[in-house]
Nanobody, 118 residues
Framework: QVQLVESGGGLVQTGGSLRLSCAHS????????MAWHRQAPGKERELVAS???????NYADSVKGRFTISRDNAKNTVYLQMNSLKPEDTGVYYC????????????WGQGTQVTVSS
């Protein structure tokens, strides 16, 4: 059974940093993309950062230059380093893995809360 477990969220002041981790367990075949999404109160979930197994990396315009997505294959972990945090970065951050073997599958973690105080 596949599980994604996020950690690293918390309360931080404007300008601070946090590093989110997403540890995934279970067998996932045909991974195409690993990503972080976030959902602010009253807003739809949005893609924050992602990378594909083909090597391309993508960031939302609002986080470019401040956030970095990375992975440690040996630990089955995806990270999101967040620097220069702003109050508008507040939200629940979700880890997502997209795969395709015969059909597309999306796996999600339970989310971790990030709150940036002004």
């Amino acid at each position: 059974q596949v599980q994604l477990v996020e950690s690293g969220g918390g309360l931080v002041q404007t300008g601070g940093s946090l590093r989110l981790s997403c540890a995934h367990s279970g067998s996932i075949f045909g991974i195409r993309r690993m990503a972080w999404h976030r959902q602010a109160p009253g807003k739809e979930r949005e893609l924050v950062a992602s990378f594909t197994t083909g090597g391309s990396t993508n960031y939302a315009d609002s986080v470019k230059g401040r956030f970095t997505i990375s992975r440690d294959n040996a630990k089955n972990t995806v990270y999101l380093q967040m620097n220069s945090l702003k109050p508008e970065d507040t939200g629940v951050y979700y880890c997502n893995i997209n795969s395709y073997i015969y059909r597309e599958r999306d796996y999600w973690g339970q989310g971790t809360q990030v709150t940036v105080s002004s």
